[in-house]
T-cell receptor
Framework: GAVVSQHPSRVICKSGTSVKIECRSLDFQATTMFWYRQFPKQSLMLMATSNEGSKATYEQGVEKDKFLINHASLTLSTLTVTSAHPEDSSFYIC?????????????FGPGTRLTVL | EDQVTQSPEALRLQEGESSSLNCSYT??????LFWYRQDPGKGPEFLFTLYSAGEEKEKERLKATLTKKESFLHITAPKPEDSATYLCAVRYGNKLVFGAGTILRVKS
């Protein structure tokens, strides 16, 4: 149980284009999903917290107009990187929180490797 | 400032050589400490959650323990397939704050 999928797993795009990444919780409902970014040999950095049916909460320094997050249902959140540039190239990972209250756990997707040329 | 610090940064073991990874944290009111395993190019895989000092969890060759200021991930008789980056995270409010991770390499 507690499986999270991401699509696509890899994407290469030209500078200036937009890229959408989907995150799905396959066997549970997730009122909260999270988007992380990970640079090579570094740990995960939280970008934003996404709550179903409401606006995402972005971490300090993350441009909300560049990284658009939509959490339209209890099993799907999307991250759109708008007008992507080479510096946006990174490994993007989503997670979904299962359970509630003090015993909840975040389960992670397999990640999406974005390369902007 | 709330922080999560993992040590060592990297650890090389021979197959069968047991050892421990450390995760120390500073937080007021711990609401959960999490261990994850991450393989290269993949998302973190959940291992354990610990909530209170003295708590222990086990899974195969791994055992996680928790004190008031740190957690240990003990690896008993590791195998090459245990090679991965092990991440520790602490829940602060609604979020997880991750340590930098320990890269474990187990040689046969």
């Amino acid at each position: 149980g507690a499986v999270v999928s991401q699509h696509p797993s890899r994407v290469i795009c030209k500078s200036g284009t937009s890229v959408k990444i989907e995150c799905r919780s396959l066997d549970f409902q997730a009122t909260t999903m999270f988007w992380y970014r990970q640079f090579p040999k570094q740990s995960l950095m939280l970008m934003a917290t996404s709550n179903e049916g409401s606006k995402a909460t972005y971490e300090q320094g993350v441009e909300k107009d560049k990284f658009l997050i939509n959490h339209a249902s209890l099993t799907l959140s999307t991250l759109t990187v708008t007008s992507a540039h080479p510096e946006d190239s990174s490994f993007y990972i989503c997670s979904a929180r299962a359970g509630g209250g003090i015993t909840d756990t975040q389960y992670f997707g397999p990640g999406t490797r974005l390369t902007v040329l | 400032e709330d922080q999560v610090t993992q040590s060592p940064e990297a650890l090389r073991l021979q197959e069968g050589e047991s050892s421990s990874l450390n995760c120390s944290y500073t937080v007021s009111g711990l609401r959960g400490l999490f261990w994850y395993r991450q393989d290269p190019g993949k998302g973190p895989e959940f291992l354990f959650t610990l909530y209170s000092a003295g708590e222990e969890k086990e899974k195969e060759r791994l055992k996680a323990t928790l004190t008031k200021k740190e957690s240990f991930l003990h690896i008993t008789a590791p195998k090459p397939e245990d090679s991965a980056t092990y991440l520790c995270a602490v829940r602060y409010g609604n979020k997880l704050v991750f340590g930098a991770g320990t890269i474990l390499r187990v040689k046969s």
